[in-house]
């Protein structure tokens, strides 16, 4: 009977999803406080529902229950247990209960954590919130159950796709989703407060920490992701501008634009129009990406279902949502005011370009991913749009991007002068360039390699100047004291924007140095790769628990020193009859050293890549300081007090305020 509870809760959540949809929005509408006051309760009880479906179909994985058609599908009964509880959202209806899980959980989260808000204004957030579920769950019970019975029960199943037997797959998911979800959260704040009106600071205070959860939750996603492509697929890649990659980097591109615009709102009141239209487009966004995965317009790893019954559904549901939101907004819009004005250099016009670029640059990946999709569907022939294009088109907008990072803080809100900035910034761009000259001139590296490290420095010693000056010894107090009175958005600030440029010089750094080198090789042979050496020293069988392997041993040396023992594996899932390579990689803080067998030859010999990776580490360093900045951020002490009228600051608490005034 797991099934049919887990099927029951699904129904039982819709019933609850529309009460709650509906009756809120009505009595914020009316004034009517009892059916405003029923949002939060239906909140609650709609997340216990998801949660014990969720909870029903995870029993099912970890029982082996074969009589339910999707875990027949996605598990079988060698597989791992850790592995049995990940199928659970291996395959499209499972991920789509997952979905639906992180919508409830986020929804009630709000319904926790709002307490401040005005109780009219959380009807409405969560009404929109509870609709969007109504949509994802009647989309799940009617096109994509997974507690569907099969009938007579299969003797085992088909077990999970090789390529998703990792840790990745149990991580990278929830992340994504947390993300992807999280931004419905942004969307319902926004369209809540243009049905209520409300479009001022504090409407961007609230919503602000919620959107920097979602965008840290998304970055760690986007980042699990592409480490795990890196180890496991073995081709030592980790971003290939996949469409379904794309999918999650768009929603970041526009989510970065939106914190920062938030920022502007809550601080100047400026950017409300901007801001508002951004929310949406980072949702509407996500929504797409599902409609990619979901659709079967796509042929990918990370597509999950290929019912373009499925596809049509969700693109008739992204076509309400949008629409009625852009409707909205179209509606409300000359309403909203242009709030504080601002000259046509200020910090509000730095931030605003560097949202322009965003904006322009989530475009061409979008542009870039659908294009290929809209000739097929026209019958005007196949064509694949891959790195050659994001790097011509992508790349260039993304400079300015970085130089505005660094001038950006020094510029004063209102109005400032390009001089005074340059002025304020002249021993970091001479710094910045040094470095690159030095990189050019004396390591002989490209321009590009040049470059790159001249932005990451221009980056990281611009946000050093910025700190120095907020902590110097004009200010009262020790450097403690001075250190303490920061707020943590203002560290968040720092730390995503430090992130940035150790990404940076990930990225140049790898692009710029990395080398790959095939040969064929039997035990006992040695092959040289720059300065080290590669010797085949052993191969061996080895049976894993629903796979058969081999696996060889490789020792690295560096002259008489023995530098690493790689162990890489050619593997053989027996149930899907499916060859998988698995990668060996010795990691430093450097480089890292990847080796991968490709298949068997003649006499003994196999393929064999070997790859050097410098500094590719720093890229995933980069991906984590950034989200801990955002968290960081979100946690501000500003965000978890009220909003309302309050008494006359201490001279400590003026202090204080001002320094916020400041921050990003």
Same mark, same amino acid.
């Given at each position: 009977?797991?099934?049919?509870?887990?099927?029951?809760?699904?129904?039982?959540? &819709?019933?609850? $999803?529309?009460?709650?949809?509906?009756?809120?929005?009505?009595?914020?509408?009316?004034?009517?406080?009892?059916?405003?006051?029923?949002?939060?309760?239906?909140?609650?009880?709609?997340?216990?529902?998801?949660?014990?479906?969720?909870?029903?179909?995870?029993?099912?994985?970890?029982?082996?229950?074969?009589?339910?058609?999707?875990?027949?599908?996605?598990?079988?009964?060698?597989?791992?247990?850790?592995?049995?509880?990940? =199928?659970?959202?291996?395959?499209?209806?499972?991920?789509?209960?997952?979905?639906?899980?992180? &919508?409830?959980?986020?929804?009630?989260?709000?319904?926790?954590? @709002?307490?401040? /808000?005005?109780?009219?204004?959380?009807?409405?957030?969560?009404?929109?919130?509870?609709?969007?579920? +109504?949509?994802?769950?009647?989309?799940?019970?009617?096109?994509?159950?997974?507690?569907?019975?099969?009938?007579?029960?299969?003797?085992?199943?088909?077990?999970?796709?090789?390529?998703?037997?990792? #840790?990745?797959?149990?991580?990278?998911?929830?992340?994504?989703?947390?993300?992807?979800?999280?931004?419905?959260?942004?969307?319902? %704040?926004?369209?809540?407060? /243009?049905?209520?009106?409300?479009?001022?600071?504090?409407?961007?205070?609230? @919503?602000?920490?919620?959107?920097?959860?979602?965008?840290?939750? /998304?970055?760690?996603?986007? %980042?699990?992701?592409?480490?795990?492509?890196?180890?496991?697929?073995?081709?030592?890649?980790?971003?290939?501008?996949?469409?379904?990659?794309?999918?999650?980097?768009?929603?970041?591109?526009?989510?970065?634009?939106? +914190?920062?615009?938030?920022?502007?709102?809550?601080?100047?009141?400026?950017?409300?129009?901007?801001?508002?239209?951004?929310?949406?487009?980072?949702?509407?966004?996500?929504?797409?990406?599902?409609?990619?995965?979901? @659709?079967?317009?796509?042929?990918?790893?990370?597509?999950?279902?290929?019912?373009?019954?499925?596809?049509?559904?969700?693109?008739?549901?992204?076509?309400?949502?949008?629409?009625? $939101?852009?409707?909205?907004?179209?509606?409300?819009?000359?309403?909203?005011?242009?709030?504080?004005?601002?000259?046509?250099?200020?910090?509000?016009?730095?931030?605003?370009?560097?949202?322009?670029?965003? /904006?322009?640059?989530?475009?061409?990946?979008?542009?870039?991913? &659908?294009?290929?999709?809209?000739?097929?569907?026209?019958?005007?022939?196949?064509?694949?749009?891959?790195?050659?294009?994001?790097?011509?088109?992508?790349?260039?907008?993304?400079?300015?991007? #970085?130089?505005?990072?660094?001038?950006?803080?020094?510029?004063?809100?209102?109005?400032?002068?390009?001089?005074?900035?340059?002025?304020?910034?002249?021993?970091?761009?001479?710094?910045?360039?040094?470095?690159?000259?030095?990189?050019?001139?004396?390591?002989?590296?490209?321009?590009?390699?040049?470059?790159? #490290?001249?932005?990451?420095?221009?980056?990281?010693?611009?946000?050093?100047?910025?700190?120095?000056?907020?902590?110097?010894?004009?200010?009262?107090?020790?450097?403690?004291?001075?250190?303490?009175?920061?707020?943590?958005?203002?560290?968040?600030?720092?730390?995503?924007?430090?992130?940035?440029?150790?990404?940076?010089?990930?990225?140049?750094?790898?692009?710029?140095?990395?080398?790959?080198?095939?040969?064929?090789?039997?035990?006992?042979?040695?092959?040289?790769?720059?300065?080290?050496?590669? @010797?085949?020293?052993?191969?061996?069988?080895?049976? =894993?628990?629903?796979?058969?392997?081999?696996?060889?041993?490789?020792?690295?040396?560096?002259?008489?020193?023995?530098?690493?023992? &790689?162990?890489?594996?050619?593997?053989?899932?027996?149930?899907?009859?499916?060859?998988?390579?698995?990668?060996?990689?010795?990691?430093?803080?450097?480089?890292?050293?990847?080796?991968?067998?490709?298949?068997?030859?003649?006499?003994?010999?196999? #393929? +064999?890549?070997?790859?050097?990776?410098?500094?590719?580490?720093?890229?995933?360093?980069?991906?984590?300081?950034?989200?801990?900045?955002?968290?960081?951020?979100?946690?501000?002490?500003?965000?978890?007090?009220?909003?309302?009228?309050?008494?006359?600051?201490?001279?400590?608490?003026?202090?204080?305020?001002?320094?916020?005034?400041?921050?990003?």
């Amino acid at each position: 009977m797991i099934a049919e509870l887990g099927n029951f809760a699904l129904m039982l959540a &819709l019933s609850i $999803a529309l009460l709650q949809g509906s009756l809120p929005l009505i009595g914020a509408w009316r004034g009517n406080a009892r059916w405003i006051a029923l949002a939060r309760p239906a909140a609650a009880a709609q997340a216990l529902a998801v949660a014990f479906a969720f909870g029903c179909l995870l029993f099912a994985f970890a029982q082996n229950d074969f009589s339910v058609g999707y875990v027949a599908a996605h598990s079988n009964s060698m597989l791992p247990l850790q592995y049995r509880i990940a =199928g659970a959202w291996g395959g499209h209806e499972g991920s789509l209960l997952l979905w639906v899980l992180m &919508l409830a959980l986020w929804t009630a989260a709000v319904a926790r954590y @709002s307490s401040q /808000l005005p109780d009219a204004m959380a009807a409405r957030v969560l009404g929109v919130l509870a609709l969007i579920s +109504v949509g994802f769950l009647c989309f799940m019970l009617f096109t994509s159950n997974p507690f569907g019975r099969l009938l007579p029960a299969a003797r085992d199943g088909r077990d999970l796709n090789p390529l998703l037997q990792d #840790l990745g797959m149990i991580i990278h998911p929830p992340l994504l989703y947390m993300g992807y979800v999280g931004f419905s959260v942004a969307f319902a %704040f926004a369209v809540a407060a /243009l049905l209520g009106g409300q479009l001022d600071a504090a409407w961007a205070r609230w @919503s602000r920490p919620w959107t920097l959860v979602a965008w840290s939750f /998304l970055t760690l996603g986007i %980042f699990m992701g592409s480490f795990w492509a890196y180890y496991e697929l073995g081709w030592g890649g980790w971003w290939f501008w996949d469409a379904v990659e794309n999918a999650s980097f768009m929603p970041w591109l526009v989510g970065t634009a939106l +914190v920062h615009s938030l920022a502007v709102t809550e601080k100047r009141g400026s950017f409300k129009s901007w801001t508002v239209l951004l929310a949406i487009l980072a949702f509407s966004l996500s929504l797409l990406g599902t409609f990619l995965v979901r @659709s079967g317009v796509l042929t990918s790893v990370h597509a999950f279902a290929t019912d373009p019954q499925r596809g049509l559904f969700i693109l008739v549901f992204l076509a309400i949502v949008i629409g009625g $939101a852009l409707g909205l907004y179209a509606w409300r819009a000359p309403s909203v005011g242009l709030g504080g004005g601002f000259a046509l250099f200020s910090r509000e016009s730095l931030l605003l370009l560097n949202n322009v670029l965003l /904006l322009t640059a989530a475009a061409t990946v979008l542009l870039g991913t &659908l294009y290929p999709l809209f000739l097929d569907a026209l019958g005007l022939g196949k064509i694949s749009v891959g790195p050659p294009y994001f790097d011509a088109v992508f790349v260039p907008l993304m400079l300015p991007v #970085l130089l505005f990072m660094a001038a950006a803080p020094f510029a004063a809100w209102r109005s400032d002068s390009w001089r005074a900035v340059l002025r304020r910034l002249a021993w970091v761009a001479q710094a910045a360039l040094l470095a690159g000259g030095a990189a050019l001139l004396g390591w002989k590296a490209t321009p590009m390699v040049a470059g790159g #490290l001249m932005l990451a420095v221009w980056i990281l010693l611009g946000t050093a100047l910025h700190l120095a000056q907020r902590l110097a010894p004009g200010q009262d107090g020790t450097l403690l004291l001075r250190i303490a009175r920061q707020p943590r958005s203002y560290w968040g600030m720092l730390a995503a924007h430090a992130g940035i440029a150790v990404f940076v010089v990930g990225v140049t750094l790898v692009k710029g140095g990395e080398t790959s080198q095939d040969a064929s090789m039997r035990v006992g042979d040695e092959v040289r790769s720059g300065e080290l050496r590669y @010797s085949f020293t052993g191969l061996e069988k080895v049976d =894993g628990p629903n796979y058969v392997a081999a696996r060889g041993t490789f020792e690295v040396w560096r002259g008489e020193q023995r530098v690493a023992v &790689l162990r890489p594996e050619k593997r053989y899932y027996t149930v899907q009859q499916m060859p998988m390579t698995e990668a060996a990689i010795d990691r430093g803080w450097s480089r890292d050293l990847y080796l991968s067998l490709g298949e068997p030859g003649r006499e003994g010999a196999w #393929l +064999v890549r070997i790859q050097h990776k410098p500094f590719v580490g720093w890229i995933w360093a980069g991906c984590l300081i950034i989200a801990a900045g955002g968290f960081l951020a979100a946690s501000d002490r500003r965000y978890r007090i009220g909003t309302g009228a309050r008494q006359p600051a201490a001279p400590r608490r003026q202090i204080n305020t001002a320094v916020a005034e400041g921050v990003i």
